[in-house]
Structure formats: C-alpha cells, structure tokens
C-alpha cells in the first residue's frame, strides 16, 4: 500500500487513475467527476455546477442531500441499523403494507437491488409451475431486467449476453406491444409473462393499454403469471404509482388491472440501495419458509428511508408535480421535434420517465451513436441526462424538481438542437 497515493491532493485526474488502477473496467464512464449534490444540483470537482434531469439513472427521487432523508438516515442509525431477517423489527411490515395498499392485496419481499427483485420473480414463477413442470418465462425484445446470470437470459438484448454464453435456459423472447406474438410464444412450459410497464433501457417505450389488458386476459387463461418489471418505471415517476396504473387511467376495463407480480428497486429509498418484489395472493404464500432469502433485504435502515420517501412523495404532492411537469417537459421536446425533425426523431414516454430520439445524419456527430454524444453536449452546458442504447436519451429527473429548473433543461436541450440543426 503505497500511503502517498491515497492522501495525494485530489484532482479530476488523480481520481480517474484511481479508478483506472484499482476499478473493473466495466463501464463506459463519462468523463466526470462528481463531488456533491444539493436538490436537483450535482457539482464537479472543478466546482462547475449541473442540472441533474437523469436522477442516478431514475434512482434519487427526493433529489441530492434531501433533508427528509438525511434526518431519516441519522435517526434510524442512532435507533437500529440492521437486525438479520431471522427476527422481526418494525419497519419492514409496515413499509410492506404501505405499498401493498399502492399495488393490492399481496405479499411483499425486500432486496437490495432491481436485479436481485427480478430473481426473485423468476423463482417465483418456478416455483408457482414447478408441480406442473412449468418453468419458462416469457420476456419482451429489448427488455432490460439486471446483470445477474438469469437477469441477463431474461433481458431480450444480446449486447448484455455476449461472452457469458452459455446463456441460463428457461427464457423466450417476444416484440412488445405484441399480443399475437405473445400468444404464439406460450407452450406447455410456459410458467409467465414479464415485461416493463414502459421498456426503460429499450428507449423509453410505454406499454399500449390495449397490449396490458391483453396480456392480462391471455395468462388468466393459460393460467400464468403475469409479472412486471417495474425497476425503472415505477415508484411514481409515470405519474401513478406504477406505470400500468398510468397508463390504463381511464381505460375501461382498466381499474381491474392487477398483475400477479411487480418488482422494484431504484428510487425505492431515494438513493439507499434496496429492492423489493410484491406479489398477488394467494401467490405471495408460494415462497414458503427457507425458500428465498437474503443477508440485507427490507433491513431497518433501508425501510425507515423508504418509508420517509412514501411520506414525503405525499406531504409535497410529488405526483402532481410529475404529472403536470412531465406533461410540460414532453410538450416542449415535442415541440422541438417539429420544429427540427432533423435531430429530435421522436418523443415518447409518461410523466419524469421521458426519452428523446435523436436522428442519424448530424454532421457533428461524425457518425457516432446520436445519443451519447447528444449527451457529452448537455454536459458540456452544464445538464446531465442519461442515454438509452444508441439512439435516445433519457431524462429522469428528481419527483420534485421544480418549474425553473425543468424551465432551465428545456431552454439547455433547444439550445443544443437549434445549434445542431443549423
Ligand atoms: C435498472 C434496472 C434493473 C436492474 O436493477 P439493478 O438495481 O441495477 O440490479 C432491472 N430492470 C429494469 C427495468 C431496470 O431499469
């Protein structure tokens, strides 16, 4: 251990050598460094300071050093931090039964991460066909559901498969928004369906509510479960709790939409890591005594944040912050996509859950991916957003950012096209 390295003065570089020395290369990191954040505010190591409309990548809900969670976290700390899932404490039942009461009647489980919400989904259909000899889930293209070993059979990308061959079996993979498909998919091993609510990762793509009843109908039949990855999507940022809830508003037949299983993760706690799964009865019964676990799942700290969050997301009247927000933001990219069809493509998306496509052909870009390099140039004046594949970039702001600074984006973003459509 060379003492002078760690205690040398730090600067952006020193840290990226850091990181370079000591970290796996896995991501392709963007080239800052980020220090503090206040609100919807991040600052760089050179003090330059950014509009934060990705969120951690729609994880930090109540926006950077939020108050609420802060004084959470110090409370619980100084009361009880974690207890093993071998004894009962009190903040994990009732953070299970607040949002049980957002979802309905089931059964909640709690992990520390979307990919491992996921795996308990995959056991869970399992399990629910395992006397039948059913074990195949069914999965949408482009789908992204997690980075484990099964997560990546699930997610329908070969990018995210490639090298790890060989590939767990039990997954079949369909077009989303594709009810026929769906239907010419099921075989006798089929157990369930998981799809996202709006496709996070695939370019910010929302279910057709057409697609969600259909689906609904079609596993009621063959009798399978239908499971949704809500990492991404949910936990308000559509608009409703979940994004299906979104998304069928209004739609006859709709208020009787319930899937059998949903998972969560990201803004869960706002920035304290934790997953969760919930599961329809009489099916949250099926993961009977030793049959799933882990070390840090629903631990008193986690909930006790998670909790504040649901508080706060109600006290601020966070959803109608989104909604009227999100129905903003959108109208505007949209605006800027007539007016410069040559650079925004396309809009798509439901409340702080928005994308953005960018077209081929910008003579700036020098033929690399659109999407990326649209979002070197939001850096550059002092916005981050987050890009979805090659095309689309994402914006995910905190629930409760406010008019100015979604005002203080937009003006950014159309700066940007106007400059890149002359
Ligand atoms: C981020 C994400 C995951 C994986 O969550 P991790 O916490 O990174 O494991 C799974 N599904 C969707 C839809 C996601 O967006």
């Known amino acids: 251990m060379k003492e002078q390295e760690s205690s040398a003065p730090e600067s952006a570089e020193s840290i990226k050598q850091l990181f370079q020395k000591n970290v796996v290369p896995s991501y392709v990191r963007f080239d800052l460094v980020l220090v503090r954040g206040k609100g919807s505010y991040v600052w760089d190591i050179n003090g330059k300071r950014y509009l934060d409309m990705g969120g951690g990548i729609a994880v930090c809900s109540l926006g950077?050093?939020?108050?609420?969670i802060t004084k959470a976290l110090t409370q619980q700390s100084k009361t009880l931090v974690h207890v093993s899932n071998i004894y009962y404490h009190p903040w994990q039942g009732r953070l299970a039964e607040q949002l049980s009461g957002l979802i309905?009647?089931?059964?909640?489980?709690?992990?520390?991460?979307?990919?491992?919400?996921?795996?308990?989904?995959?056991?869970?259909?399992?399990?629910?066909?395992?006397?039948?000899g059913r074990f195949e889930v069914i999965t949408a293209l482009n789908s992204f559901h997690g980075r484990t070993l099964a997560g990546i059979a699930a997610t329908g990308q070969d990018k995210v498969k490639k090298g790890f061959e060989p590939i767990m079996p039990g997954?079949?993979?369909?077009?989303?928004?594709?009810?026929?498909?769906?239907?010419?998919?099921i075989s006798p091993a089929t157990a369930a369906i998981l799809i996202e609510g709006v496709q996070g990762e695939g370019g910010v793509t929302p279910a057709t509510p057409e697609y969600l009843l259909g689906l609904r109908k079609l596993c009621d039949e063959k009798h399978l479960l239908l499971m949704m990855d809500s990492v991404q999507c949910g936990y308000f940022r559509t608009g409703k709790f979940l994004s299906y809830q979104r998304i069928l508003e209004g739609v006859p037949g709709g208020e009787s939409f319930t899937p059998d299983a949903v998972s969560m993760a990201k803004s869960l706690a706002g920035g304290i890591p934790m997953g969760a799964f919930w599961v329809r009865q009489p099916y949250g019964d099926l993961f009977t005594p030793g049959t799933h676990a882990t070390t840090f799942g629903g631990t008193p700290l986690a909930c006790a944040v998670a909790l504040k969050v649901l508080e706060v997301v109600q006290r601020d009247h966070l959803v109608e912050n989104v909604r009227e927000q999100g129905a903003h933001i959108k109208s505007e990219l949209e605006r800027m996509s007539r007016k410069h069809p040559n650079v925004i493509r396309?809009?798509?998306?439901?409340?702080?859950?928005?994308g953005f496509e960018i077209a081929d052909g910008i003579q700036a870009f020098e033929g690399k991916a659109p999407g990326p390099q649209f979002v070197n140039r939001m850096h550059e004046a002092g916005l981050l957003a987050i890009p979805s594949g090659t095309h689309v970039v994402r914006l995910l702001p905190?629930?409760?950012?406010?008019?100015?600074?979604?005002?203080?984006?937009?003006?950014?973003?159309e700066s940007i096209v106007s400059e890149l459509a002359s």
Do not use: C, T, W
């Open 64 to 68: 950077h050093s939020s108050p609420d």
């Open 398 to 413: 905190a629930l409760n950012l406010r008019p100015r600074e979604a005002a203080q984006g937009l003006k950014i973003i």
């Open 104 to 132: 309905g009647p089931g059964k909640m489980f709690f992990s520390n991460s979307g990919a491992e919400a996921n795996e308990g989904l995959y056991k869970l259909a399992r399990k629910f066909g395992h006397d039948e």
């Open 171 to 185: 997954f079949r993979y369909i077009p989303y928004n594709d009810l026929e498909a769906a239907k010419a998919a």
């Open 346 to 354: 396309a809009v798509r998306g439901l409340g702080f859950m928005i």
